[in-house]
């Protein structure tokens, strides 16, 4: 055994960080990360933080936003208590320290797709996702009780004889660790970087919820992959996004025509459900035959534009975009993970011992598809109800970890590296054609015969690219299977060949389990 720690943290997005600021100076703590501290889907996050916290505004319509958004999936319990504690959480934020943008002394909130009120903070302008991961950053690594190691590989989730998870294996700079812990904390984020346009940085790959699976957790609600809808379209190179308060402050969208489309898809146009927009933009790209539509900013004003979104007027001026003056090509990428490690809403999983919290977890709380900027409020509220429930846990004094055992795993190293990363590339591009925004059966069957064929044809061997790839595999088949069982469209959803909502699957979660586990 390396060490033995109180708790394991893996991911340093939010859920990861704001678990280790909570936890208490007397116990140990280890987080890991899989590059650096930053490469995480918060600190991409542009658009802000939604929450009841204005004069006038009241968790009950923040849930009842929450809850018209989701299509009929959302667990109320969860949405509750996200909405109720969601501004308190702000407010100690606040109270640390955290600043977020105002205008003439008070908050500057701002308004994104199906909100009913001007209810989202934001910070540094578009960059409220960075500021809150450099502030919890700065907090977390004031504290003594708390190792964070980056460039660190979880490899697994280790169990003891009954079943419940008493560490980590993790790889660093090519040498295997084993941690043990008393609870182990999951915070890796979500699978977006599965997908060929995504919005997430590359380390999204789901290798969180792949771990879990294979250690027996129930994993739920996997088809609901949220679709951004105005990444912006590079085809030479990586996607950004351009966040949806840009549309919230007044940005349109047109067509290959220059026409503004949106009003005939939804009443609340540019600002419908982002499902709708993603699906609406699909729509007038293939009836115009064109990879991209046009999101217009022109008429913000070149002095608020700088101000008020300097991320992406400086990102898309690299890329020779000048937002004051030019449309800006946008389509739908890959967003955000609805569905992942089941959990309650203290972060519990079916398997003792193991926590899920963040993007990585599925309460439930966003159903179908999630509302705009739910998701940094999601992660705090969350891990804050996973690290008092994990304190409870007590190490168990004959839980040692069988090194040798698992390591028997690790003895065989195989040379097959480019046929594995070649699998993960097409897995990329088969994900985005089979699983992307539109579905049908005979796809989803297609692609999960390809994603057998493949597992079957890598090599039993052992290295870091084998790994990715099964893991990548997994997710693959995760979203696949319940895609294809779920015979129905309902919020991020969608199958061409069943368009409408069934009464039937209202309010039921496909949930899946490796019973080898
Ligand atoms: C955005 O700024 O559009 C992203 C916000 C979110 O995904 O919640």
Not at 233 to 243: A, E, R, T, V
Not at 285 to 312: C, N
């Amino acid at each position: 055994m390396n060490e033995v720690f109180d708790f394991v943290i893996i991911g340093s997005g939010v859920a990861g960080l704001y678990s280790a600021l909570n936890f208490p100076e007397n116990t140990k703590v280890l987080l890991l990360t899989k590059k650096r501290v930053e490469d995480c889907n918060t600190n991409q996050a542009q658009g802000g933080i939604a929450a009841a916290v204005d004069e006038g505004d009241s968790w009950k319509l923040h849930a009842a936003d929450t809850l018209n958004a989701s299509a009929s999936l959302c667990e109320e319990e969860a949405v509750e208590i996200l909405t109720k504690e969601g501004p308190k959480e702000i407010k100690r934020l606040m109270n640390m320290g955290m600043e977020f943008d105002h205008k003439n002394g008070k908050i500057d909130f701002t308004l994104e797709g199906a909100h009913g009120k001007r209810r989202i903070l934001h910070a540094g302008g578009d960059a409220t996702g960075k500021k809150l991961r450099e502030f919890l950053s700065e907090k977390v690594g004031k504290k003594k009780n708390v190792k964070i190691v980056e460039n660190a590989l979880v490899l697994e989730l280790l169990k003891n004889n009954s079943g419940r998870v008493n560490g980590v294996l993790a790889l660093e700079d090519g040498i295997f660790k084993f941690y043990k812990a008393r609870a182990v904390i999951l915070a890796s984020g979500g699978c977006g970087a599965l997908y060929e346009s995504t919005t997430n940085p590359d380390v999204a790959t789901g290798d969180g919820i792949a771990m879990a699976y294979e250690a027996g957790a129930e994993i739920m609600d996997m088809e609901f992959i949220q679709f951004h809808p105005t990444a912006l379209y590079n085809p030479k190179g990586l996607s950004f996004l351009i966040s949806e308060s840009v549309r919230g402050e007044g940005a349109i969208l047109l067509n290959e025509k220059g026409e503004r489309f949106m009003p005939k898809y939804h009443e609340k146009a540019e600002l419908a459900p982002r499902d709708v927009v993603s699906r609406a933009i699909m729509s007038e790209m293939k009836r115009l035959k064109t990879p991209y539509v046009w999101l217009d900013a022109t008429h913000l004003g070149s002095e608020y534009i700088q101000e008020r979104f300097p991320t992406i007027f400086k990102t898309l001026m690299k890329y020779g975009i000048d937002m004051r003056k030019d449309r800006i090509p946008v389509a739908p990428a890959a967003h955000y993970t609805m569905g992942g490690v089941k959990t309650d809403t203290f972060g519990r999983t079916n398997i003792p011992g193991l926590y899920a919290c963040g993007e990585v977890a599925c309460t439930g709380v966003h159903g179908a598809n999630r509302l705009a900027s739910n998701s940094l409020l999601e992660g705090l509220v969350f891990s804050h109800r996973a690290v008092l429930s994990a304190q409870r846990e007590e190490m168990e004094s004959d839980d040692e970890v069988e090194i040798q055992k698992i390591m028997q795993k690790y003895e065989n190293r195989s040379k097959m590296v480019s046929k594995a990363k070649e699998i993960r590339r097409e897995l990329r591009h088969k994900l985005s054609l089979y699983a992307g925004v539109e579905r049908n059966e005979s796809d989803l069957r297609i692609f999960l015969k390809w994603i057998k064929e493949k597992n079957e044809g890598l090599e039993e061997g052992w290295n870091e690219d084998i790994w990715k790839t099964r893991k990548a595999l997994t997710v693959g088949a995760l979203i696949a299977k319940a895609a294809l069982l779920r015979n129905e469209s309902r919020g991020a959803h969608f199958r061409k060949d069943h368009p409408e909502s069934k009464k039937e699957w209202e309010n039921f979660h496909i949930i899946t389990t490796n019973k080898g586990g």
